[in-house]
């Protein structure tokens, strides 16, 4: 059972590049999320999906498009890499249902780095 | 607004001592909590988590958490710790009709001596 599965898992961009991050959950989940975790801030939102063909803005979603895809799938796209985009990723995914207190699974983390 | 707060990024104990990592949360409807771990280089798992049933909340690896309402905190503790639970937690907050959107506190680093 893979879960949440994230790809690449590191990657080093240069200034102005572009690049997609992958994800893609196999629990039939109907929310995916998209966060970003810097030293000392915790995790914060970019997007998020409540459900296939929908998306919707986080906390910090300046610089960043996203994509769902199918059910399955939810991408991350940086059109234009900047250095202050270096970061961690974790994407994540909730089963269906209208409870908050589902839990919320996360993928192993894709590793960003952009110089 | 939700917010959280985790005081002390960073806490020390020796093995076989009490863990106590604490967590302040504001939110103006009834919240969901949760305590995540994050060993290094890898995801977050969840620990525990409180969704409106009892305020003591037992979680995975002798965890354990209770909701207290009139102090808006949702400390975690360990009665005795292990080499093994160094790693990073975060306290989470969601609320009702938020579609699951979690709210992280910054982390703390927990550290165990020998």
């Known amino acids: 059972n893979a879960g949440v599965t994230q790809t690449p898992k590191f990657q080093v961009l240069k200034t102005g590049q572009s690049m997609t991050l992958q994800c893609a959950q196999d629990m039939n989940h109907n929310s995916m999320y998209w966060y970003r975790q810097d030293p000392g801030m915790g995790l914060r939102l970019i997007y998020y999906?409540?459900?296939?063909?929908?998306?919707d803005k986080g906390e910090v979603p300046n610089g960043y498009n996203v994509s769902r895809l199918n059910k399955r799938e939810f991408s991350l796209r940086l059109e234009s890499a900047a250095p202050s985009q270096t970061s961690v990723y974790f994407c994540?995914?909730?089963?269906?249902?209208?409870?908050?207190?589902?839990?919320?699974?996360f993928g192993e983390g894709s590793w960003l780095t952009v110089v | 607004a939700q917010s959280v707060t985790q005081l002390g990024s960073h806490v020390s104990v020796s093995e076989g001592a009490l863990v106590l990592l604490r967590c302040n949360y504001s939110s103006s409807v009834p919240p969901y909590l949760f305590w995540y771990v994050q060993y290094p280089n890898q995801g977050l798992q969840l620990l525990l988590k409180y969704t409106s049933a009892a305020t003591l909340v037992k979680g995975i690896n002798g965890f354990e958490a209770e909701f207290k309402k009139s102090e808006t905190s949702f400390h975690l503790t360990k009665p005795s710790a292990h080499m093994s639970d160094a790693a990073e937690y975060f306290c989470a907050v969601s609320g009702q009709n938020q579609g699951g959107k979690l709210i992280f506190g910054q982390g703390t680093e927990l550290s165990v001596k020998p």
């Open positions: 994540a995914s909730r089963p269906p249902g209208t409870v908050s207190g589902n839990t919320i699974y």
């Open positions: 999906s409540a459900s296939e063909g929908t998306t």
